[in-house]
């Protein structure tokens, strides 16, 4: 079979405006970054080298994955830290052809440590706002509730995110998956969608199927992030199809946490075979090997991708996105022109 040169396949990728939607800023903390920040701030950090830091990024499942995630978080702790980290992710990703953006953070993290809601978001808020006026990137904001902690703590945030709500477009769910079903969430989710912010979760990562389905049961979700259990049920499918609930896809971060063996394994190819709305985006890049392009590279490698389904790719992440519907539209068309030029 026709298998695309891995140059070619690398240039045309690089070419495609892409709509990066399941990115938690602070997986994009890069060491160089990681050690200038603590050196400011007076923090010393575990590693000695920043080459150390690389060696420890070696994980066998999500857990070991979290453990040093929140390590490396501990040392933001001005307004400019969280500005400098946004920052640095909108400038990489704009030099990937990333043009729209959709951002978790996670108040917990920092909150639980004593920063104000306010010094997190607010440093957040400011460099998306210049990516919009510099970089022309468009973005949205999803604040997303530690699902290891209980309820009554996401209600805190909820509470503590109200003055800023017009800065905050919906609320997700991420972390320890196992033992912490979406169900624990329902009455937070409620409230949320009641403060207008739209719904997405984390669902079948490491997690049963029956996760996925109490995240659109119960939680009322309007995307699922991962998903990739979800072909254990065919009834599902048919949901997910019927119901154009797109899946947040993050193959990088499969190979890494060990949720596939490797990337020949990922589902991704049955998913829109079967018409799921999948999309591929890089979860926590400065963990797992790479940014959209290499995770757009490397899954189109092992599952020997067509250009057409590469196109495909790149307007599921148009369609699944919040953009409104005349953006939508325009970037759609962009896609269809740099394919068809
Ligand atoms: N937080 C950051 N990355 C995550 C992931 N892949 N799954 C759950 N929680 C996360
Ligand atoms: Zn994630």
Known sequence: MYRMESSYLKKIIEGIPKAE???????????????????????SLEYDSIEAVRKAYKFNNLQEFLDIYYAGAQVLIHERDFYDLTWAYLSKVHSQNVVHVEVFFDPQTHTDRGIEFEVVISGIYKALEKAKDEL?????????????????????????????????????????????????????????????????????????????????????VVRIDHGNRCLDDEALVQRL????????????????????????????LKMLDKGILATIHSDDPAYFGGYMNENYYETAKALNLTKAQLMQLA????????????AKEQRISEVKDYFNS
């Open 21 to 43: 939607l399941h990115l938690h800023i602070e997986g994009s903390f890069e060491p160089e970054l990681m050690f200038e920040i603590a050196n400011r701030n007076n923090i």
């Open 136 to 220: 022309n990137i468009s973005y949205k904001l999803i604040m997303s509730y530690l699902r290891h902690l209980s309820e009554a703590a996401a209600f805190e945030t909820l509470e503590a995110s109200v003055p800023f709500k017009h800065w905050i477009d919906g609320v997700g769910l991420d972390s320890s998956e196992l033992g912490n079903p979406p169900s624990k969430f329902t009455k937070v989710f409620t409230a949320s969608a009641e403060q207008g912010y739209q719904l997405v979760a984390h669902a079948g990562e490491e997690g049963p199927v029956e996760y996925i389905w109490q995240a659109l049961d119960l939680l009322k």
């Open 241 to 268: 199809c019927e119901q154009h609930i797109p899946l947040t896809l993050c193959p990088l971060s499969n190979v890494a946490l060990k949720v596939i063996q490797k990337m020949e394994d990922h589902p991704l």
């Open 315 to 326: 307007i599921n992440a148009f369609e699944a996105s919040w953009l409104d519907p005349i």
